[in-house]
């Protein structure tokens, strides 16, 4: 059974009505094309509320009622109060912007002039920049983590804070309704969540139950403390085809944010629109941010996510993984933290293939080959289980 769900939340501050956010219908369109048994799994998806609207000027003050010239900030509430939304405004680009006001609505900093590659690509993002998504977020029921052998991509895997900003370049593909029952397709980058880094924050795209709904989201989990907020979707559709980067930006604990914060970006670089996203702690402020980053790992992922409602699961909980047509994710310029390109030279990288568990142990996604000299590289498709 599909569900759907709607809220309209109104936020009085000041005497002055925000603009209702409307959570997000992933039922799928009239006429849309679903997947071969993905009624099964449903698309819900439970509107976080929010907790309050401030006016971000420039200088970085607030204020509870509008100003000329002012950024827009969502703050969450209830298990999410430790995360905010700032969009922009009207005319603002980041290409023109200081390295301050990028800090401060959240963007991936910009490379210095002498990290000429990462440079070049952090421009060719946000070039043609119109505008940030609609504001607004949901809880899914799908959940993207470990174990690594439900992974295709690439890893690099090395000591404690070596990896505290990852982002990845790859086309949206387009899916076909191949699989027996329902279907799911992830592609993210990461932090964590592979040998004893027990934390993972994640950020990338999913797919619905349409084989043409196509969502940007966001995850924080871990083992220890055993946490998992699911897939939070964002207000960003994409469609098949187009350019996109996913980014996660750690910043460590500091006086200035005690807490540490992530910062979660995916941008369709083709429309030029940016979801992003800022966490701080978790739970209704149970566990800081900074409990989930070991900074260990870094990966580029595609995976098949898990789902507890599944009718017909697969393995235990998870989806059969959606076929893309060609069967091919093709990622590019994948980087770390002040723009290191992925390499095969890297004695700390290495491939992954996703491997059905046993007693099957067939081959789901070979991932990961080969890594050119621009930190690309292919996952191929093999069966949905």
């Known amino acids: ?18 603009m209702p956010i409307t959570a997000f219908s992933a039922s799928p369109a009239q006429g849309a094309v679903v997947a071969a048994g993905d009624s099964e799994g449903g698309d819900y998806c439970a509107a976080v509320p929010v907790r309050t609207v401030d006016y971000v000027r420039s200088d970085g003050s607030r204020s509870a009622t509008p100003q000329p010239g002012a950024a827009t900030e969502y703050l969450y ?21 200081t390295d301050a006001q990028l800090q401060l609505y959240g963007f991936p900093p910009r490379p210095s002039a002498v990290q000429t590659a990462a440079r070049a690509e952090w421009d060719h993002t946000f070039a043609s920049w119109k505008g940030s998504a609609r504001p607004g977020l949901c809880v899914t029921d799908k959940s993207n983590g470990t174990p690594s052998e439900n992974w295709s991509g690439n890893e690099l ?32 980058s990461g932090i964590g969540g592979d040998g004893a880094d027990a934390g993972l924050i994640q950020t990338g795209t999913d ?27 964002t207000g960003l559709s994409i469609p098949s085809g187009h350019d996109v980067r996913a980014s996660v930006n750690y910043s460590a604990p500091s006086a200035s944010i005690p807490t540490g914060e992530a910062t979660f970006t995916v941008t369709d670089i083709t429309v030029g629109t940016s ?37 017909y699961p697969v393995d235990g909980q998870y989806y059969y993984l959606r076929q893309p047509s060609p069967a091919t994710t093709t990622w590019s310029s994948a980087s770390v933290n002040s723009g290191t390109v992925l390499s095969i030279t890297d004695p700390h990288q290495f491939s992954i293939d996703m491997v059905r568990p046993a007693p099957f142990s067939n081959v789901l996604e070979n991932g990961g080959d080969p890594v ?14």
């Open 275 to 311: 979801a992003i996203v800022s966490v701080d702690s978790v739970d209704n402020g149970a566990y800081n941010i900074s409990a989930f980053v070991r900074g260990g790992t870094a990966e580029w992922i595609d995976e098949r996510p898990t789902n507890k409602s599944l009718t």
């Open 157 to 188: 895997s090395s000591v404690r804070n070596s990896y505290l900003a990852i982002s990845g370049r790859f086309t949206e593909p387009t899916f076909v309704a191949g699989c027996a029952h329902a279907s799911s397709h992830a592609i993210w």
């Open 1 to 18: 059974m599909l569900k759907k769900c709607v809220l309209f939340v109104a936020v009085s501050v000041a005497g002055v009505s925000a």
């Open 77 to 97: 509430g209830g298990e999410f109060s430790g995360t905010r939304q700032v969009i922009p405004p009207a005319g603002w680009t980041p290409l023109e912007s």
């Open 372 to 385: 050119n000299t621009h930190g690309g590289f292919y996952d191929h498709w093999d069966a949905c289980a």
């Open 207 to 233: 797919t619905g139950s349409d084989l043409s709904s196509i969502y940007a989201w966001y995850e924080v989990l871990s083992s220890s403390p055993n946490y998992d907020t699911k897939e939070v979707k």
